[in-house]
């Protein structure tokens, strides 16, 4: 993929999450998709902090959404690197402090084949 073309997927990402449009999200990751979260880790420690197949996260985001109806991000920067982009973006839930995130979505043939969350 181009740089353009990451950079394309990242914002339609990003779109897809703060509308909580959770099939558009999810047509974004191929079908065996795993995803790295500290927050899996606490809300689900049997997981250790990693999730595979796109059923489960739609079950990850259908509970966030449903929890946090306030969730949303606020894009900082998008970095494109070969096969790559990196996100940087603020959480903001109401009633919580904001969090500083960084997210690394690895594309395959169009699709998000692994994505990891960074913060503090």
Do not use: C
């Not at 996100?87 to 990891?116: A, C, N, P």
């Amino acid at each position: 993929m181009t740089n353009e073309d990451l950079i394309k997927l990242a914002k339609n990402w990003m779109a897809a999450f703060n509308s909580k449009n959770l099939e558009a999200l999810l047509a974004l990751y191929h079908e065996d998709a795993q995803h790295y979260s500290p927050k899996l880790k606490v809300r689900q420690p049997e997981t250790k902090g990693l999730i595979q197949y796109k059923q489960n996260l739609r079950i990850w985001w259908q509970d966030a959404f449903d929890r946090l109806p306030s969730l949303q991000y606020e894009l900082i920067r998008l970095t494109p690197f070969e096969d790559r982009v990196f996100m940087e973006y603020t959480r903001r839930v109401d009633q919580e402090d904001d969090l500083y995130v960084g997210e690394m979505l690895e594309v395959k043939q169009g699709l998000i084949h692994f994505s990891s969350v960074f913060h503090r």
